[in-house]
């Protein structure tokens, strides 16, 4: 009689049971309600001086936007809210949700952050950066090295 091989994970890897395992109810409605972190969308661009980052933020409250520069690093945290009266209408599919929006990038150029202007229109959160004047360059010196 051959022996058969034990493999204790053969059941894994054979058939849906990751499948049937998301599938139950409670899984699921866990998996509904985890908050997401999204990664806005970004364009950066120079214009007439300043460097302006546009960012995508559907569906979010101007209150509810935190941008900050510091040390040529462009944070930014938004919130977007559902609206309580939403949850009575009668959907058949439901995938806008509200949501935690957040990005943190190192700048292409050097920026004067104080002076940092931003304004949200439409869905998109337009920042606009004045850019620091470059410093003079040290000229090269050349150093003689010693046996």
């Given at each position: 009689?051959?022996?058969?091989?034990?493999?204790?994970?053969?059941?894994?890897v054979?058939?849906d049971?990751?499948?049937?395992?998301?599938e139950?109810?409670?899984?699921?409605?866990?998996?509904?309600?985890?908050?997401?972190?999204?990664?806005?969308?970004?364009?950066?661009y120079?214009?007439?001086?300043?460097?302006v980052?546009?960012?995508?933020?559907?569906?979010?409250?101007?209150?509810?936007?935190?941008?900050?520069?510091?040390?040529?690093?462009?944070?930014?945290?938004?919130?977007?809210?559902?609206?309580?009266?939403?949850?009575?209408?009668?959907?058949?599919?439901?995938?806008?949700?509200?949501?935690?929006?957040?990005?943190?990038?190192?700048?292409?150029?050097?920026?004067?952050?104080?002076k940092?202007?931003?304004?949200?229109?439409?869905?998109?959160l337009?920042?606009?950066?004045?850019?620091?004047?470059?410093?003079?360059?040290?000229?090269?010196?050349?150093?003689?090295?010693?046996?």
């Amino acid at each position: 009689m051959p022996l058969i091989p034990w493999r204790p994970f053969w059941d894994l890897v054979e058939g849906d049971w990751l499948d049937e395992w998301l599938e139950r109810p409670r899984w699921r409605q866990w998996l509904e309600e985890v908050p997401v972190v999204r990664t806005p969308k970004i364009d950066i661009y120079e214009d007439n001086g300043n460097l302006v980052a546009e960012v995508e933020l559907p569906k979010v409250d101007p209150e509810n936007i935190n941008v900050e520069v510091k040390d040529n690093v462009l944070r930014l945290e938004a919130k977007s809210e559902e609206k309580k009266e939403e949850k009575k209408k009668g959907y058949y599919r439901k995938e806008i949700s509200s949501g935690y929006f957040k990005r943190v990038l190192s700048l292409p150029v050097e920026v004067i952050g104080d002076k940092t202007e931003a304004e949200y229109r439409d869905g998109i959160l337009k920042i606009t950066m004045p850019k620091a004047k470059p410093q003079k360059e040290s000229k090269g010196v050349k150093i003689k090295v010693k046996k």
